[in-house]
C-alpha cells in the first residue's frame, strides 16, 4: 500500500509561480512510476510530467519550458514547480504513483490540490 498526500495549490496570478509537493509513504521500494496529472472543469485529465522507472524527467507539451519535477528523497516527496502560470493552467493536480509487487500493478491517486490562476 501506499498513500499519496498532495499540497501546495491555491491561487496565483498569471505568470506566476507555484510549487507542489506530493508526500508519499508505505511501501515506497515498490514505486515504479510518479506522474504529476491536472484536470480542469468539465475537462479530461490530462498527463503533465513524470519520472520514468529508470529517474528520468519527462514533459508534456503541456509542461515543457514552464514547469520541472524533482524529488526529495529524504522526504519522500516529489514536487512540481510550475512557473510563467497561465489562466488555461487552471486545475486540479493530481500525483499518482504506480507500483509494481510481483505480477500485480497498481496506481495510488491522491486527492489532488486545486490551482486556480486569476488576476
Known amino acids: 500500500q501506499v498513500q499519496v498526500v498532495e499540497s501546495g495549490g491555491g491561487l496565483v496570478q498569471p505568470g506566476g509561480s507555484l510549487s507542489l509537493s506530493c508526500a508519499v509513504s508505505?511501501?515506497?521500494?515498490?514505486?515504479?512510476?510518479m506522474d504529476w496529472y491536472r484536470q480542469a472543469p468539465g475537462k479530461e485529465r490530462e498527463l503533465v510530467a513524470y519520472?520514468?522507472?529508470?529517474?528520468?524527467?519527462r514533459y508534456t507539451d503541456l509542461a515543457k519550458g514552464r514547469f520541472t519535477i524533482s524529488i526529495d528523497d529524504l522526504k519522500h516527496t516529489m514536487y512540481l514547480h510550475m512557473g510563467s502560470l497561465k489562466p488555461e493552467d487552471t486545475s486540479t493536480y493530481f500525483c499518482?504513483?504506480?507500483?509494481?509487487?510481483?505480477?500485480?500493478?497498481?496506481?495510488?491517486w491522491g486527492q489532488g490540490t486545486n490551482v486556480t490562476v486569476s488576476s
Open positions: 499518482t504513483i504506480q507500483t509494481i509487487v510481483g505480477d500485480a500493478t497498481t496506481n495510488y
Open positions: 508505505g511501501n515506497i521500494a515498490s514505486i515504479y512510476h
Open positions: 519520472f520514468t522507472h529508470s529517474g528520468s524527467r
